[in-house]
T-cell receptor, first 114, second 113 residues
């Protein structure tokens, strides 16, 4: 069974902290994505990557950065956490030829910034 | 600018009846559409898809309809079951946007036993 694994289910961080959210996939997918889910706003794309060391900004990249040093791992970094970054963060991956199933999502990380 | 919209945040349906979830889009270049289902504290999971060359795709109790002229997508669940209670997201992709899907805001379906 293919998997996208997010390292933490729940995180509580303080304002101003640097926060790392980790995502690992075991499907040899080329593409990886970070979304945040907020009530009434749906899923919004933060960053994505088509290949190792490549990254592209999504719709809401401000306050975030990413790192993809290995194909299977895509990290989301909150440089200085703020309360408006409290959200559910979802990692996803897909093949370049993404087939009929679109993305495979991880279970999410619920981040609370206090 | 929201390219994919789900105007109903929530829907309640009696068990055994039909659930109809709607989705509208603005980009006429979208050529592939998906529905995802999401339970609390879990990631979305793929439910059903449809290509723009079709107007209907059926998989068991789930049917997706596509009306390209109206830029409208709907998901029908018949019969609805309590286990169908979840948030449903529609998503759309265009060839000229690469591999990025655009998601709607979600509809929370509650199936009442």
């Amino acid at each position: 069974d293919v998997k996208v694994t997010q390292s933490s289910r729940y995180l509580v961080k303080r304002t101003g902290e640097k926060v790392f959210l980790e995502c690992v996939q075991d499907m040899d997918h080329e593409n990886m994505f970070w979304y945040r889910q907020d009530p009434g706003l749906g899923l919004r794309l933060i960053y994505f990557s088509y290949d190792v060391k490549m990254k592209e900004k999504g719709d809401i990249p401000e306050g975030y950065s990413v790192s993809r040093e290995k194909k299977e791992r895509f990290s989301l970094i909150l440089e200085s956490a703020s309360t408006n970054q409290t959200s559910m963060y979802l990692c996803a991956s897909s093949l370049s030829e993404w087939g009929r199933y679109g993305y495979t999502f991880g279970s999410g990380t619920r981040l609370t910034v206090v | 600018d929201q390219q994919v919209k789900q105007n109903s945040p929530s829907l309640s349906v009696q068990e055994g009846r039909i659930s109809i979830l709607n989705c509208d889009y603005t980009n006429s270049m979208f050529d592939y559409f998906l529905w995802y289902k999401k339970y609390p504290a879990e990631g979305p999971t793929f439910l059903i898809s449809i290509s723009s060359i079709k107007d209907k795709n059926e998989d068991g109790r789930f049917t997706v309809f596509l009306n390209k002229s109206a830029k409208h997508l709907s998901l029908h669940i018949v019969p609805s079951q309590p286990g169908d209670s979840a948030v449903y997201f529609c998503a759309a992709r265009a060839t000229n946007t690469g591999n990025q899907f655009y998601f709607g805001t979600g509809t929370s379906l509650t199936v009442i036993p």
